[in-house]
């Protein structure tokens, strides 16, 4: 994460390894079958048992892909399908016992990624997790710009450029490049929190240093951005890690 390739960041950005999956099933048993083969290949994890719960933590957590079955108490798989296509493109598979054809058209025409009949083998399911993902980050690379644009920064992974924009102004900042990737990473995401583990194997992958080493990093990065008239900038979640700007 040569001159580093945007869309490779990306990948890196918890997409290759520990991608975070929201399992949205009513039946505990299956779920916990799903998660262990997920975690096997090192995706992280989340639940809900409901419909309501499932776009709370989606738009809270901001997984990377969701695995979503259709009959739930509450709002059912429809309407969260619904919903989250209305917010954005993030990866859906629909994890469901209805293995009529007009149900499977019905949930790709609604904008699912993949389908997935119970009962079903959760080695395939967690395959089917990962072949979606890779398929979500080769329209990525192809997509991608160069610069990334989060609030008045402009971050151009290209050339390792930083400005600072306003009004009639553009500031660059001198960046460490440790500083670089802290704020490239964060700006691929700009209101998800970030732990500082995360942000430690991201920016710091052949380091051998200790969390709180990210702390003095994003000190001396939050002091440069101080400079110019951005407070506060990462932000801190106490407990938790940083983000780079509040959600509005």
Not at 172 to 186: Q, V
Not at 190 to 196: A, E, G, H, M, W
Not at 231 to 247: E, F, I, K, Q, W
């Amino acid at each position: 994460m040569t001159a580093p390739d945007p869309a490779a960041n990306a990948a890196s950005w918890d997409r290759s390894h520990d991608a975070l999956v929201l399992i949205v099933e009513d039946e505990p048993e299956i779920t916990d079958i799903i998660a262990a083969y997920l975690e096997r290949e090192k995706l992280r994890t989340l639940r809900a048992l409901d419909g309501h719960t499932a776009l709370d933590l989606h738009r809270s957590a901001r997984p990377d892909l969701v695995l979503l079955d259709v009959q739930l108490p509450g709002l059912d798989g429809w309407g969260v399908l619904s919903q989250l296509r209305q917010r954005g493109d993030t990866p859906i598979i629909m994890l469901t016992a209805l293995d009529q054809d007009l149900d499977k058209l019905t949930a790709l025409r609604m904008g699912a990624d993949d389908y997935v009949v119970k009962p079903f083998n959760p080695a395939e399911v967690a395959a089917r997790v990962r072949a979606v993902l890779r398929r979500t980050l080769r329209t990525q690379r192809q997509d991608a710009p160069s610069a990334l644009r989060a609030g008045p920064l402009v971050i151009d992974a290209l050339t390792h450029t930083v400005h600072v924009e306003g009004e009639g102004y553009s500031h660059e900042l001198l960046l460490t490049l440790t500083e670089f990737k802290l704020l490239h990473c964060m700006a691929l995401a700009p209101v998800r929190i970030f732990s500082r583990s995360e942000l430690m194997h991201e920016c710091l992958p052949e380091s051998e240093a200790l969390e709180r080493t990210v702390d003095s990093h994003v000190s001396k990065l939050r002091r440069k951005l101080d400079e110019v008239g951005l407070t506060n900038v990462p932000a801190s979640v106490r407990g938790v890690g940083y983000r780079l700007m509040a959600d509005r």
